[in-house]
């Protein structure tokens, strides 16, 4: 990434190509201790009595995956992600491609703060997450 100084608005983060598995996404889901009433996250037969089209990431997981966008970009400069929010669209799908993209969309001199705005895709280039994050560099 580059310093403060060196960065506009318009420049791009990504994009980062990613594949979840249904295993990523049951370990996942068992690691944060989503037992009881995780069936949507861990089975598909149970996603499906919930109306929903199989087994789905969970959303925490999802924003950790924006989120490495972010920080993939700061990499080791003196920055760091100060703050993530996200919009859930679509139910995002394990064992599918998903791809990770961002922008810069302010740039604030007076505290040194980038606005970001990210989101994921499908494979039909459909968006499934949104989200805008800030990154904070220190002098």
Same mark, same amino acid.
């Given at each position: ?5 060196? =960065?506009?608005? @318009?420049?791009? %983060? +990504?994009? %980062? &190509? ?8 049951? $370990?996942? $889901? ?6 009881? @009433? $995780? @069936?949507?996250?861990?089975?598909? &037969? ?5 109306? %929903? /089209?199989? *087994? #789905? =990431? /969970?959303?925490? *997981? ?16 003196? $920055?760091?992600?100060?703050? *993530? ?8 799908? /394990? ?6 993209? +961002?922008? #810069?969309?302010?740039?604030? /001199?007076?505290?040194?703060?980038? !606005? #970001?705005?990210?989101? *994921?895709?499908?494979?039909?280039? !459909?968006? %499934? ?11």
């Amino acid at each position: 990434m580059n310093s403060f100084e060196e =960065i506009n608005i @318009g420049d791009t %983060l +990504g994009p %980062l &190509e990613l594949f979840v598995s249904k295993d990523q996404c049951r $370990a996942y $889901a068992r690691t944060m201790g989503m037992g009881e @009433g $995780a @069936g949507r996250f861990t089975d598909d &037969e149970a996603a499906r009595k919930e109306g %929903l /089209p199989g *087994m #789905i =990431i /969970p959303g925490n *997981m999802s924003l950790g995956l924006l989120s490495k966008l972010v920080t993939d970009w700061i990499g080791s400069s003196n $920055a760091w992600l100060t703050r *993530m929010s996200t919009t859930y669209r679509v139910p995002v799908q /394990p064992d599918h491609a998903v791809t990770i993209h +961002g922008f #810069i969309t302010n740039k604030n /001199p007076e505290n040194r703060t980038a !606005e #970001i705005d990210v989101w *994921m895709e499908n494979e039909e280039s !459909e968006r %499934l997450v949104t989200g805008t994050a800030t990154v904070e560099f220190r002098k």
